[in-house]
């Protein structure tokens, strides 16, 4: 997966934290959304509206949803954050994600 | 002009300066390509291949063409960059932004 066809994309970025993190959101003709984003080094919580797949394609970080353990990516890896959760992020490079928002039950 | 329709986006990001400069490629249906960037507060040098269109869409910073002076935009702006030159950026706020390539003559 290198590429995304057929998406439109929202020219403004979503900035957090000063910039450190930044997405863009883009949305698949099924209607489906994604955003792709870059996070920098530095300790962050985020907390969730849909049921979200963060997929990293790069960097490393350790994430913690809430109730589970700390783990570790390195490089690549994918991770699932229930819908109204939080989660934890220790960003220790810089990390190249895409995240989807999917459905409950998925 | 709020989004891009029917484009091809690469899911990973190009990544420069440690990060504080990062971009993402997106290729419209006509073969035109343009970047949407984000650039932390920083001093940075970038050099061309192609004439590009800097469409700054929010923050703040100096920019110099060589052999130009020095100049603000703040907040929204548009400079251009002939092709195989050098450009200066002083970036004060985190700036988001769109670079468009342009064949030569535009």
Redesign the interface.
Known sequence: ?????????????N?YF???V?S?T?VFQDGTRKT?G?M?PGEYEFSTSQKEEMDI??GILEYKVKGQEWKLIQNNGVFYVPANESFFLKVHS?V?Y?CSYLPEGN
């Open positions: 997966m290198s590429q995304f066809t057929n998406v439109t994309i929202s020219t403004k970025a900035i000063d910039g450190k930044t863009r883009i792709l870059i920098l394609q790069a810089v190249d895409c």
